[in-house]
């Protein structure tokens, strides 16, 4: 039986994404552990674990071959700093990641085995 893109995205996409926006944080911006966890609703220590390779380094790694996620990922740390940060942003990831056959390819996905609904939040 075929998943939900949706559920491979919560469990496996958006923790990652978050790494790497949290790694982004802290290390082009300069902020701490605990602001950049308090910024992204998750713990320091989910943030330790990112950072330190420890959680997530496969689909973080994938997900950092590709140029337009990395851009993304920057624009959202970037707008985490001026304080405009729009939580939508996962919902535009996830979009973008699902539609895009390159990028699937990429994290080690296969289109074809995953059910794509017509998202609800769709805001592409």
Known sequence: MSKLFCEVYIKDIMPAIRALIAKDLVTRHGISQWAAAKALNITQASINYYLTG???????????????????????????????????????????????????????LDKESYIHPKCPTDIS
């Open 54 to 108: 420890q959680r997530g380094f496969k689909m973080i790694s994938r997900l950092s071959r590709s140029e337009e996620i990395i851009r993304m990922i920057r624009e959202a740390s970037d707008s985490i700093i001026r304080g405009d940060f729009d939580y939508l942003f996962f919902c535009r990831i996830c979009t973008y990641i699902r539609s895009n056959n390159e990028v699937l390819k990429k994290i080690g």
